[in-house]
T-cell receptor, first 112, second 108 residues
């Protein structure tokens, strides 16, 4: 009963490098989300996917791209990492938002 | 605009004291509101939602539409309540809007 699985848990990148954060859920949820968590800023939505094959921008999408590969998987890509993208990234999924999200354990990313 | 405000970054109380974590929202429609909690080294998890009118781990939250608030309360704090608490608003559109969070520290 894994729920939402994120990989990697930690990552250090140099400015300009690219990487993809992976997220998979095994609850057959339709909706998936990527948030970033920064001190004093709370959780801010980067991108979300309401269903397989659709993606939409959230509050802070600049510098990121996403792919909803199938119903289970939703990846977040940083094409050219910047120090401002140093953050903790959370993936979440939901069957129906008012019932609440299920979160992954997070990826702590540092860009130097 | 839809917004959630948690005015306190840190709330420190003694064990056994009452706790109130403040949350105010800005939304023109009929809101759906939630409290999420993140304990140390654990993932974020749903604590409670106003529509259920439930009490979880001794916490309650009442929606006050007049004051646009959804404060989280517990009459007697316990050390294991120490965590980060997020208030969240569902304005529709399949996504939640979170506040900045409040760290609750319960001292022995």
């Amino acid at each position: 009963n894994a729920g939402v699985t994120q990989t990697p848990k930690f990552q250090v990148l140099k400015t300009g490098q690219s990487m993809t954060l992976q997220c998979a859920q095994d609850m057959n949820h339709n909706s998936m989300y990527w948030y970033r968590q920064d001190p004093g800023m709370g959780l801010r939505l980067i991108y979300y996917s309401a269903s397989e094959g659709t993606t939409d921008k959230g509050e802070v999408p600049n510098g990121y791209n996403v792919s909803r590969l199938n119903k289970r998987e939703f990846s977040l890509r940083l094409e050219s990492a910047a120090p401002s993208q140093t953050s903790v990234y959370f993936c979440a999924s939901s069957e129906d938002s008012p019932r609440g999200y299920t979160f992954g354990s997070g990826t702590r990313l540092t860009v130097v | 605009a839809q917004r959630v405000t948690q005015p306190e970054k840190l709330l420190s109380v003694f064990k056994g004291a009452p706790v109130e974590l403040k949350c105010n929202y800005s939304y023109s429609g009929s809101p759906e509101l939630f409290w999420y909690v993140q304990y140390s080294r654990q993932r974020l998890q749903l604590l409670l939602r106003h529509i259920s009118r439930e009490s979880i781990k001794g916490f309650t939250a009442d929606l006050n539409k007049g004051e646009t608030s959804f404060h989280l309360k517990k009459p007697f704090a316990q050390e294991e309540d120490s965590a980060m608490y997020y208030c969240a608003l569902y304005p529709g559109g399949n996504k939640l809007v979170f506040g900045a969070g409040t760290i609750l520290r319960v001292k022995s």
